[in-house]
T-cell receptor, first 112, second 113 residues
Framework: KAGVTQTPRYLIKTRGQQVTLSCSPISGHRSVSWYQQTPGQGLQFLFEYFSETQRNKGNFPGRFSGRQFSNSRSEMNVSTLELGDSALYLC???????????FGSGTQLSVL | GNSVTQMEGPVTLSEEAFLTINCTYTATGYPSLFWYVQYPGEGLQLLLKATKADDKGSNKGFEATYRKETTSFHLEKGSVQVSDSAVYFCALILSGGYQKVTFGTGTKLQVIP
């Protein structure tokens, strides 16, 4: 069974641009959550989707948004990028909510 | 709110040394507790878990016991290997409804030969 797939693996953008990251969960998993990982802040929860509905949201500005499609694939979008958005963005899927998470390798975003 | 506190890293140990990484938590309900591990360049992987007080989670020689009285879930291994070098995250999730996972800040372990 294929694991959680995140694309692209690396991304370089400039301030003010917008970016879309993609996550394909493990087949059959309906819950997808997103995390931002930085050396200073550790893992910060962004949001979680279950069956195309956002179930939980972290404390991030409205520039960060996401969605989930009917096949459980998920995208997150960051608009008007800032230097501080440089981070590793991790996606995780689980079979149901509140179950163990399976993580992708992440997308390393650098904002110049 | 819920929170997880881990010991600051990095932790540097010689091969075959004993490992303890401390983790304490604050939760408004009855959480399940987890340890995840992140190897360089990869995402996190579940290492072990415990769902109720006095449960012991174990995997790959690592162990952690859910201590409700001290709100702790310390990770231990009797003899570390170079291949254990990674970042370790303690985490909790409350039961019931749609709860988000709360992670600690991570503790980097470096094992030297």
């Amino acid at each position: 069974k294929a694991g959680v797939t995140q694309t692209p693996r690396y991304l370089i953008k400039t301030r003010g641009q917008q970016v879309t990251l993609s996550c394909s969960p493990i087949s059959g998993h309906r819950s997808v959550s997103w995390y931002q990982q930085t050396p200073g802040q550790g893992l910060q929860f962004l949001f979680e989707y279950f069956s195309e509905t956002q179930r939980n949201k972290g404390n991030f500005p409205g520039r960060f948004s996401g969605r989930q499609f009917s096949n459980s694939r998920s995208e997150m979008n960051v608009s008007t990028l800032e230097l501080g958005d440089s981070a590793l963005y991790l996606c995780a899927s689980s079979l149901e909510v509140n179950e163990k998470l399976f993580f992708g390798s992440g997308t390393q975003l650098s904002v110049l | 709110g819920n929170s997880v506190t881990q010991m600051e890293g990095p932790v540097t140990l010689s091969e075959e040394a004993f490992l303890t990484i401390n983790c304490t938590y604050t939760a408004t309900g009855y959480p399940s507790l987890f340890w995840y591990v992140q190897y360089p360049g990869e995402g996190l992987q579940l290492l072990l878990k415990a769902t109720k007080a006095d449960d012991k989670g174990s995997n790959k020689g690592f162990e952690a016991t859910y201590r409700k009285e001290t709100t702790s879930f310390h990770l231990e291994k009797g003899s570390v290997q170079v291949s254990d070098s990674a970042v370790y995250f303690c985490a909790l999730i409350l039961s019931g409804g749609y709860q988000k996972v709360t992670f600690g800040t991570g503790t980097k372990l470096q094992v030297i030969p």
